[in-house]
């Protein structure tokens, strides 16, 4: 009966550990909503937007998780490439659902090369993909720019002033999407509630949840979990270690390159030379605030951590204005929340990856011993 | 080497030998830097100028890129998290300003104030990283992020009142950019200032850093350095003989974030300003490509490495836009500054690392 009760002690001291992130969080938010003062209607309407936004951003980072690649920091050269895209379309004056599958096909092609080139690199770097990852998207970020502000209306031509520089090549620091605005979103309207429901983003989502669920169990994905789980084991079971962890990556790109298109029709304008560089930061912020680790990560992360952490990011900003009175500190807050968020993530990931190590090593000194003792 | 083999060989060869042993990449870099040099004059540009810039910002950011050294050589990687040593100096300098102390004293004081700053958060962030052996890297990145972004609430809420850093109309909440005219602007430059036609050197500054430089050289030569670098190369054989492998590591740690925040008092001083807010955000960056520039690996790093690294980044830093205004009237230094820093990182974390880790 005792020892009963203290496993479920010991279970529920686990499961707290586990999930120490997301009540933390969900402490955070019931702290600040009552603050924030916000009607619920309008908090519900915020909401709804931002998932719709950002999901599918976000979904993007659990195949390289499976391999095990860790969080992918890459996922920005995604967005850089569907930025390019849009662009591009934009120019052409395209306009509504064809201008966005064309720029996923015009995008297609550099998220895969920049893919590519990423798993490449990352390879190259076994055991830091991390950090590897996180600097080649600040390096193909410079690429971006040579290509966006230099070559786009000097090599690679801009017809439309309104969108480049008015020094006649680069261009402008926003592209307005007004054309393609919010036409997913809007595509089957739908009121629930006061709040506009974006069915056909969802539908959008659901579809990539259903793939991401059918790809875990093809050949390729069992293929990229045993990678994800032991590279030595997987290599001698005769896996190309390296094609799948590259596959991996070029997968992740191009989903992260296909939800930037998402994210920005709803946005309806584009940031040329910020709108991506927040992205990797906040969609892994996310991720993890829903309780994923570095070596596991579910839909239902991905679907937990969007509510919460843009719950945060919608009352944190009036509730700290509230408080003390000045407006940027709720901004900073939300700011340091994310980064603080990413930090105790990576350092609960790291610790009970020491702890499992030690335990190994514990055992394996166990079996040896109690194995000379027979002897 | 030996001269009668070089000259048997044939140039291919010895140049193949020349990229093996200095790396393609600085090789690239270092004449990137040269052809600055040589076409700065061709297209009208003052070089004793230029020379007298790229000497400024080197006594500016030496001593920051020189705090990389100790962790890399206890094998706790490229210390990605220098904004945490960054904010112990701006809260030394912010104090030292606001307790009244002034002119060429109040870099005394800044100093002096910002290294109980610098210990203490050093080893709370030593303490951390000895928990978390093999990743330190990526959660540096994330500690300096996070305690750049929790100190900007700070520079908000902290009761500062000295009507030179805070906002003129709200009378509180210190300013994104403090002057430093009247304190110690320059302080450090001053001292011994040589002046020939349109080239100078901040001798005080130099001599400071190499004081530093000094320091550290022989630093790792005593006992406790030839243990910390053992710590690095080999933490197994290490803690084998003796030594403890954590304790080394700690110390480390505290070292670069002290020499950070002196680092960022140098460079103030030099510039002119106290830059608060999101400005520390990404200036590990720069200290950790110039000393991957200069020869530095993941693990491994020396005074030279600290030394010709500064100056080819700061080179590349200054040249690039005088000479590419000048010759295409279009300012790609930015683009060309970002695509070289991040590509060294990049390039230097694919390296194999040898040893043990």
């Known amino acids: 009966m005792s020892v009963n009760k203290q496993k479920t002690a010991v279970n529920a001291a686990e499961l707290i550990r586990n999930n120490s992130v997301p009540i933390m969080f969900i402490i955070i938010c019931a702290v600040c909503i009552p603050l924030a003062g916000f009607s619920p209607s309008y908090l519900f309407n915020e909401i709804i937007t931002r998932i719709g936004r950002n999901t599918f951003l976000i979904l993007s980072l659990l195949i390289p998780v499976m391999a095990g690649m860790g969080l992918n920091f890459g996922m920005t050269l995604g967005a850089m490439a569907g930025e390019i895209g849009l662009i591009l379309v934009c120019d052409w004056q395209i306009v509504g659902i064809p201008a966005m599958i064309l720029a996923v096909i015009i995008s297609l092609p550099i998220a895969v090369g920049l893919g590519l080139f990423c798993g490449r690199i990352l390879n190259m770097a076994r055991g830091r993909e991390m950090i590897t990852s996180y600097i080649m998207s600040f390096f193909i970020n410079g690429i971006y720019q040579l290509v966006v502000l230099y070559m786009m209306g000097s090599i690679i031509p801009i017809k439309h002033s309104n969108i480049k520089l008015p020094r006649g090549y680069g261009i402008r620091n926003t592209v307005s999407l007004l054309r393609m605005r919010q036409k997913l979103d809007k595509l089957i309207p739908l009121k629930l509630f006061g709040a506009d429901i974006p069915v056909m983003t969802f539908i959008i989502i659901a579809i990539l949840c259903f793939f991401i669920i059918w790809f875990r169990k093809t050949k390729l994905g069992q293929d990229m979990r045993a990678v994800g789980q032991d590279m030595e084991v997987a290599k001698d079971s005769g896996i190309n270690v390296e094609r799948t962890r590259i596959i991996s990556i070029v997968i992740s790109t191009i989903l992260a390159d296909i939800g930037m298109v998402i994210y920005l029709q709803n946005m309806g304008n584009i940031a040329t030379y910020s709108s991506h560089s927040q992205i990797g930061m906040f969609c892994i912020a996310a991720l993890l605030v829903g309780g994923a680790s570095v070596d596991r990560a579910s839909i239902g992360n991905v679907f937990l951590g969007v509510t919460l952490f843009h719950m945060m990011f919608i009352v944190a900003p009036a509730a700290g204005a509230r408080i003390t009175g000045d407006s940027m500190i709720g901004e900073y807050f939300r700011v340091f929340v994310s980064y603080a968020v990413i930090t105790i993530a990576l350092v609960m990931y790291e610790t009970k990856k020491r702890r499992a190590r030690s335990r190994v090593g514990e055992q394996l000194k166990l079996e040896q011993g109690t194995g000379e003792e027979a002897a | ?357």
């Open chain 2, 1 to 357: 080497m030996n001269e009668n083999v070089t000259e048997n060989k044939s140039i291919k060869e010895r140049i193949d030998g020349l990229v093996k042993s200095f790396g393609l990449p600085r090789l690239i870099i270092a004449g990137f830097l040269l052809l600055l040099y040589i076409l700065a004059p061709i297209v009208g540009a003052d070089l004793p100028t230029q020379l007298t810039n790229t000497i400024n910002r080197f006594s500016w950011n030496a001593i920051m890129v020189l705090a990389m050294v100790p962790m890399v050589h206890s094998g706790c990687g490229l210390n990605f998290g220098l904004p945490l040593g960054i904010i112990s100096g701006l809260l030394g300098a912010t104090l030292s300003i606001e307790l009244g102390f002034t002119g060429g004293f109040s870099f005394v004081m800044a100093m002096l104030i910002a290294t109980p700053f610098a210990l203490v958060l050093g080893s709370v962030y030593g303490w951390l990283l000895n928990r978390i052996k093999g990743g330190e890297m990526m959660i540096a990145t994330y500690v300096g992020f996070s305690s750049v972004s929790f100190m900007c609430m700070m520079w908000l809420l902290l009761p500062y009142d000295s009507p030179n850093m805070v906002w003129g109309l709200a009378g509180k909440g210190l300013r994104t950019t403090i002057s430093l005219e009247g304190y110690y602007n320059q302080a450090l430059a001053r001292i011994l200032h040589i002046r020939l036609g349109n080239f100078e050197i901040p001798t005080g500054a130099l001599l400071f850093f190499a004081l530093f430089a000094f320091g550290m050289w022989a630093f790792l030569h005593t006992k406790t350095g030839t243990a910390m670098t053992a710590v690095g190369s080999n933490p197994v054989f290490a803690k084998a003989s003796g030594i403890n492998v954590d304790k080394m590591r700690l110390l480390s740690v505290v070292m670069s974030t002290w020499l950070a925040a002196i680092g960022i008092l140098v460079y103030e001083q030099g510039f002119g300003f106290i830059q608060l807010y999101m400005a520390p955000f990404y200036m590990a960056l720069p200290a950790v490509s110039a000393i991957l520039i200069g020869g530095a690996s993941v693990n491994k790093a020396s005074i030279a490495n600290v030394i010709i690294g500064t100056f080819l980044f700061q080179g590349i830093v200054t040249m690039t836009p005088t000479v590419m205004n000048n010759m295409v009237h279009m300012d790609m230094s930015e683009v060309v500054r970002i695509i070289a820093s991040q590509g060294m990182i990049l390039y230097a974390l694919t390296r194999k690392t040898e040893g043990g880790k």
